[in-house]
């Protein structure tokens, strides 16, 4: 598999990630090296990463607990605090070996840390291989506001390896496929179609379609790596889908949603919007929605959840002077950005996305 050159970092599949690897390790002299990880895959992928570790370093594992909720700034001080006390400085590795909290967090940990030390991501979840590991945004959360403390900040590469995935359960599966799905909803009308019927899709070509997903993100961040103007498309999904997230992780009443299960709704309901601003048709918008909803379970909304989830919205990285920006496709495989959007057809696309 071909490696993807991101802006400034390399992006290297399967074995050939290792080989880079070890390749940095022998000709870079780093102090010592920290792995960090959550317990699940401190349970489930260490074991296999670390028999690929050619060197002579002390290895230090850097755990913490597993789950959105612990995406926070508390986590952080825990992991400063455990840097420091083993020794760490500006020579030393982080590796952060995970899913996309364990990548957001650890690189933003490794960015801030005596004003920032070497990391390298390995992504062990779909989610993060096509999504959080490409582009350089890390950072954690803030209460229940997503991704409100953060920098944008390169690693020195990506190592994707699909055998993390065996450990991947299915829900968690369909949750890095919104992403793949929006990758080709603003970009790639023929990635898209390749997942209108899903018993076609050959999964054992699994690493051509995550190659072509990150070749996608890739593309649109080399463009504007700081998200001032045509990164904003990778945003689909996530204007609604952010909030109606926070809205369930805060909701002692409600299931926690996955990310990609919230930017699944999310992509249902902004695709509504694109319909009724005239940008793609009924038609397109019909097929976007039960593609989507057959992969996904629906989500029940009552009618006290809206106003929460509306309110929110102002809580969105998209707000600029007050008003919330969205990204709406202009047609399956392009997409419009800066846009704006009444309240009364947000609530209509919820009414829709009901029936």
Not at 278 to 283: G, H
Request: aromatic share 8%; hydrophobic share 40%.
């Amino acid at each position: 598999m071909q490696t993807i050159q991101a802006n400034n970092y390399p992006v290297h599949f399967n074995e050939k990630g290792y080989e880079a690897l070890n390749s940095h390790l022998k000709a870079t002299k780093y102090s010592n090296l920290f792995i960090i990880t959550d317990s699940n895959t401190n349970d489930y992928c260490l074991h296999k990463f670390l028999p690929y570790l050619e060197t002579d370093l002390t290895i230090e594992i850097i755990e913490f607990e597993a789950g959105e909720i612990n995406k926070n700034i508390d986590t952080c001080i825990e992991v400063w605090k455990v840097l420091t006390e083993l020794g760490a400085d500006r020579k030393s590795l982080v590796i952060n070996l995970g899913g996309g909290v364990v990548t957001d967090l650890g690189g933003f940990v490794a960015s801030t840390f005596k004003r920032g030390v070497d990391f390298i991501h390995i992504p062990t979840t779909l989610l993060s291989m096509v999504d959080a590991s490409v582009g350089g945004k890390t950072g954690v959360d803030l209460g229940n506001l997503k991704n409100q403390i953060g920098v944008i900040n390169v690693p020195l590469m990506v190592l994707i390896d699909t055998q993390y995935l065996e450990t991947v359960p299915q829900n968690e599966m369909r949750s890095g496929l919104a992403e793949m799905l929006k990758h080709g909803l603003i970009f790639d009308k023929n990635y898209w179609e390749q997942f209108l019927d899903l018993s076609s899709i050959d999964f054992n070509d699994l690493d051509g379609l995550i190659h072509r997903s990150v070749a996608i993100k890739n593309e649109i961040v080399m463009q504007d790596p700081t998200e001032k103007n045509i990164r904003k498309a990778l945003n689909f999904g996530h204007t609604l889908g952010h909030a109606i997230e926070s809205y369930f992780l805060e909701n002692e009443n409600k299931t926690t949603l996955l990310h990609g299960e919230a930017i699944a709704i999310g992509m249902i309901l902004e695709s509504y919007i694109s319909w009724h601003k005239n940008l793609i048709t009924e038609a397109e918008y019909h097929q976007i929605k039960s593609a989507i909803k057959a992969i996904y379970d629906d989500i029940t909304f009552e009618e006290n959840d809206i106003q929460p989830i509306l309110d929110l919205l102002i809580h969105d990285k998209k707000n600029e002077f007050g008003t919330i920006q969205f990204a709406l496709i202009e047609g399956i495989g392009a997409i419009k950005i800066n846009q704006l959007v009444e309240n009364e057809l947000i609530l209509s696309a919820f009414q829709d996305y009901k029936s």
